[in-house]
Each structure stands twice: as C-alpha cells, then as structure tokens.
C-alpha cells in the first residue's frame, strides 16, 4: 500500500531505484452520463438475390444497400427503406431469413372489363405504391390489362410479381408466407366503360422461425427490434428473447415492435394476451401501407428519440400512406386502444401519420390485477438508461476494487452523483428526498459481494392536461 488514500496500479510499492514515476489514472475522467445511442434491428425476410445470406447481421445506411444485401422488392429491403425514410440518420442493422421450403405465397388478382368509351386513366395501388396507365378510347380489356401488367414489370422493388392472360393480371407475393396476406390491392379507374375489380391478396402462409436469427443477434445489444409478423407465435418468441437479453444477468435491454391493420376487435384482443412491459403494438387502420412498413417506421421514430423519458406524442411516421377518413379512429376507439395495451396512430396536420401516445402491450400483473406501472414506453426506456448510467459509472470507478467497511459509502457516493445528474436531466426526481431509500451493504452470506437497493423515482410524460373554466357574469 502505497499511502493510506492513494493507491496505484502500475507503480508497485516496493521499488527502491531513485526516480520520479506517474502513472495515468483514467478511472475517474468521465464525470458525465453515458450517451443513449439506439440502435435498431430488423428480423425479416430476403430474397435469394440478395447479396447477403440468411442470419447473418448486417448494418444497413441507405435503400440502395439494402436492396443489394437482400434483394430488390423483398420484406427486408421496404422495411430498411421505410424506417431509413422516418429517420434518415438511423443506425440499423438486419438479420434476413429465408423463405420457408413448405411455405405458400400469397395470391391476389385485378380483372378488367370493357371497352372503354371514353379516355382516362386506371391508379393501381400495390400498398401505398402508385401505378399509373392511360387509357385510350375504345381500348380492350385485354389491352388494359396487358399495359398494366407492363407497366408492373419495370418496377422492380415491389413486394408482388405480375403475369397477364385474358385481361386478369395475376399477383404473387415475392415472398412465401404471411406478410404477403399483408399487402393491399385498390384499384381506382376514370375511363368511361371500364371496371376494375380486385381480390384481395390472401392464402401465404407459414413463415420463417424467427428463433433462429435471436440466436444469432443474443450476444448483441439492440435497443430497438421491428418485426413484420403479426401472429401471436412470432410475437411470443419476440418477448421470449427481450425478456431473456434484457434481465439483470444479460442487461442488454431492448424493446419490440409490431404494426397491425384490421379490425379494432382483432387488435384489442391480441394486445393483452402478450401482455409485455417491452413489446409496443402500433396500430394505423385503413393505410395503404403494410404493416410491416409502419412498425418500420414507427420504430424508426422511437430510435429517433434518445431522451428515454420523453414522450413520443406526435412524432410524425414519415412516409407512411394516411388513411382514408372513413377509417381513421375516433377518440373512443382510441381510449379503448390506450386502455388495451394498442399504440394508436392518427393523421395530423398535412396529412401526416402521427403516435397519439407509445404505450406496452402490458395492462395487468401476474395475478391479473390490472397493473400501469409499465404503461407508458417511455417507462421501461427510462429504467434501462438509469440502470445503464449506474452500472457504467461503478464499472469506471471501481474496475479493480477491495471491498472492504469503506467501500460502501464511496459507492453510495457514486450513485449519488449519476441520480442527481439523471435529475438535472429530468430523468428522475426527487432524489434528494429519496436519498435515505438509498442503501448500499455488503452481502451477508458472500464476502466478495456488495448490494445495492436504488430508488428511482422516474418523470413522467404529461399526457393529460384538465381544465376548469369558471363562468363569472
């Protein structure tokens, strides 16, 4: 021992040769809280063009990268594509899967009937993707058809393939299983004389098990994980690996996302049956958009935010298709996805697809008492950062510690330090008042081992403002 309050790591206390030694302490240079960085994962699908095999994670900066990596069209390449549009300076990584062997591709059709009678045009949305052909008076059915098909095949990053015969244009998704279910049809036509009817596409089938690529990414912290499968299996296994990566053994938190478009019904009931304080369910009806690409964008948006206890009200999906006002929610059905662990979405100013309020799929407790202790998304973020800003702070400054009835107190000192900092950013509150509820003691049964209890009174969003405006004649 070198003094009775200096210790040193290189320079040993038992040298004898004259000289003047100094070695460089770095252990107590960082000061600050720890950046908040959000990185983002996509579990997908590719196509065998892609560059890029199956498993293999893979940083993505630009749409043209992840069409090379994973092929043009394919669920991997839109989803890269939707979240790099809603925040352009996203730091992304995918891990792709393949296509399951004994999957089925999902199937739709547009039959056209004429001739038409006078000039326009026929819209073809593939999703929110426009197609656009003129047509001519007194032009077939056939000839339509034929000139849509055409104008089909020159758009290479479409999610379906298209064939022709006898005026019937025929869709197959690129891609074998479910999300191809997930791509809508509309057709809108101006041409006197001339209908468009569509089928819906429908019948893919069995995707790929998701499971593979979480073990792939398990020694990997993302913070943020989108996938584009809305089944309760794929979800589960989802909140199986958060739940496994984000323990106080692992601690390498994250969330997940996932989108829906249907019927209200349908997704107040799938949300509580998850029940994860870490899995958020977006939900935009009537878009023109898959659902693949708003959990896209809407995790995009999340990453966007490295403050983990601001709120996510009304930051804007861009790119993502607004829906028709018919379809958009009320307040009613927005309260009853709030009330139901559903993340709705509405459409603000300009058209503009926004988070009404980012909330978990978690509404009750194990015993099934209903339970808002992790409602808001910001919640679950808010913990992670704080345990975050503590861990790193007792690593730097104890990387090669004794333990010994001193200890505890220069570590309570510590933690201290990075509670008032995290409130100085208004991360938590209260510390002082709180201080007492802050205990750090050695362990009675291990001798080499300290505890900690940290009370953490985290802020919270101002969601709800109320008012009373008293008439006074």
């Known amino acids: ?74 669920n991997a390449h839109l989803m890269c594509r939707a979240a790099i549009k809603a925040n352009p300076y996203l730091q992304l990584s995918v891990c792709a899967l393949d296509d399951m062997e004994a999957g089925a591709a999902a199937g739709g059709s547009i039959t056209i009937t004429g001739p038409a009678t006078g000039p326009g045009v026929l819209r073809l949305f593939v999703g929110s993707r426009r197609i656009e052909i003129a047509i001519a008076t007194a032009a077939t059915a056939e000839v339509i058809a034929a000139a849509l098909n055409a104008e089909i095949g020159k758009l290479g990053d479409l999610p379906v393939t298209a064939t022709v015969l006898a005026g019937v244009i025929t869709l197959t998704a690129r891609h074998k299983g479910t999300i191809g279910n997930l791509v809508d049809l509309t057709t809108e ?24 690529a979480y073990a792939k990414v398990f020694a990997e912290q993302y913070h943020i994980i989108a996938i584009p499968y809305i089944d309760a299996t794929a979800i589960g296994a989802l909140k199986t690996h958060l739940d496994s990566v984000s323990g106080p053994m692992e601690q390498r938190p994250g969330i997940g996302i996932y989108a829906l478009d249907s019927a209200l019904g349908t997704v107040t009931t799938l949300a509580p ?14 878009t023109k958009s898959p659902s693949y690409e708003v959990a896209a964008a809407y995790a995009a948006e999340v ?25 958009r929610l009320s307040r009613t059905e927005q309260e009853s996805c709030l009330a139901n662990g559903v993340t709705p979405f509405e459409v603000g100013p300009g058209e503009v697809v926004q988070i009404v309020r980012a909330i978990t799929t978690y509404t009750k407790d194990a015993n099934g008492i209903d339970d808002i202790s992790l409602l808001d998304l910001t919640t679950i973020r808010t913990l992670d950062y704080v345990r975050k800003a503590c861990r790193e702070r007792i690593a ?37 008042a709180n201080l007492p509820g802050l205990i750090v003691e ?15 009174d985290i802020v919270n969003g101002l969601h709800v403002f109320a008012g009373r405006i008293d008439l006074l004649l």
């Open 396 to 432: 730097l400054r104890f990387p090669r510690a004794k333990l010994s009835s001193k200890t505890p107190a220069r570590v309570r000192s510590e933690l201290i330090d990075v509670l008032l900092k995290l409130e100085e950013l208004e991360i938590v509150e209260e510390v002082t």
């Open 273 to 286: 049956t998850i029940n994860g304080g870490r899995l958020s369910n977006g939900y935009l009806r009537g």
């Open 189 to 212: 036509v101006t041409a006197a004389g001339v209908a468009s009817a569509v089928v819906a596409m429908a019948n893919g089938a069995t995707d790929p098990d998701t499971a593979t």
């Open 1 to 74: 021992m070198a003094s009775k309050n200096i210790s040193f790591d290189a320079i040993p206390s038992s040298i004898r040769k004259p000289g003047k030694y100094f070695e460089f302490n770095t252990k107590l240079a960082v000061r600050t809280l720890p950046a908040n960085l959000q990185k983002m994962l996509i579990i997908c699908q590719r196509l065998a063009a892609g560059t890029v095999a199956a498993l293999v994670p893979t940083n993505v900066f630009s749409d043209a990268e992840a069409s090379t990596y994973f092929g043009n069209g394919s």
């Open 442 to 456: 050695r362990d009675l049964q291990d001798p080499n081992r300290l505890n900690a209890k940290i009370p953490a």
């Open 303 to 327: 990453a966007f935010e490295e403050d983990p206890a601001m709120p996510l009200n009304t930051l804007p999906l861009i790119g993502i298709a607004a829906p028709d006002i018919t379809q």
